[in-house]
Each structure stands twice: as C-alpha cells, then as structure tokens.
Nanobody, 122 residues
Framework: QVQLVESGGGLVQAGGSLRLSCAAS????????MGWFRQVPGKEREFVAA???????SYADSVKGRFTISRDNAKNTVYLQMNSLKPEDTAVYHC????????????????WGQGTQVTVSS
C-alpha cells in the first residue's frame, strides 16, 4: 500500500495558476499509475488527469489545454500544474494510485490522499 499526501492548494483569482503536489511513500512509486480527481460537496468525485508509469497521460475534456500532469519518480512525487483557472475548478483535489493501466473511474483506484482545497474566485 502507498501513502499519499497532497499539497499546494489555496485561493487564487480566475485566470491564475497553481501547482499541486502529491508525495508518495514506498519504493514502488514508479510502478504506479497516478491520478488526480476533484470533488465538490454533493457531487461525485470527478476525474481530472492521470499519468502512467511510462509517462502516458490522460485528461478530462474540461481541463485539456489548461492542466498538465507530470511525475518525478526520483522524488516519488506527482504534480498537477493548473493554469487559466476558472471558478468551476473550485474543489478538493485528491491524488490516487493504482497498478495497471490508466483509468478514469475513481473506483479503480485503491489508494487515496486526504486532498487539498483549491478555490478560484471570480
């Protein structure tokens, strides 16, 4: 099992940028598919982006061209660079980990961090 800790959330104006980080414990980080999901109260957890162990990426249509997921296996860390932020990006952002192939369904990820709040003001 892997432990995940997110950081980097905060309050930003629309059009601004934030970079989220997710630090993972364990020696097998490079073998994991890493994903970012977000959730607002009363709604289901929503897929944002994912990156495979080899660097292949997948994005939700709502963030394509604005968000970039990357990973540094030497630092056991995955990042989410968020540019051109919109008020509708406001949510708690969670990172998640799984073995296997990239998945967009949160049910396919057994390992989760506690989340970091991102608030975008208009």
């Amino acid at each position: 099992q892997v432990q995940l800790v997110e950081s980097g959330g905060g309050l930003v104006q629309a059009g601004g940028s934030l970079r989220l980080s997710c630090a993972a414990s364990g020696r097998t980080f490079s073998s994991y598919v890493m994903g970012w999901f977000r959730q607002v109260p009363g709604k289901e957890r929503e897929f944002v982006a994912a990156i495979s162990w080899s660097g292949g990426t997948s994005y939700a249509d709502s963030v394509k061209g604005r968000f970039t997921i990357s990973r540094d296996n030497a630092k056991n860390t995955v990042y989410l660079q968020m540019n051109s932020l919109k008020p509708e990006d406001t949510a708690v952002y969670h990172c998640a980990a799984r073995f296997g192939v990239v998945a967009t369904n949160s049910a396919n990820y057994p390992n989760w961090g506690q989340g970091t709040q991102v608030t975008v003001s208009s």
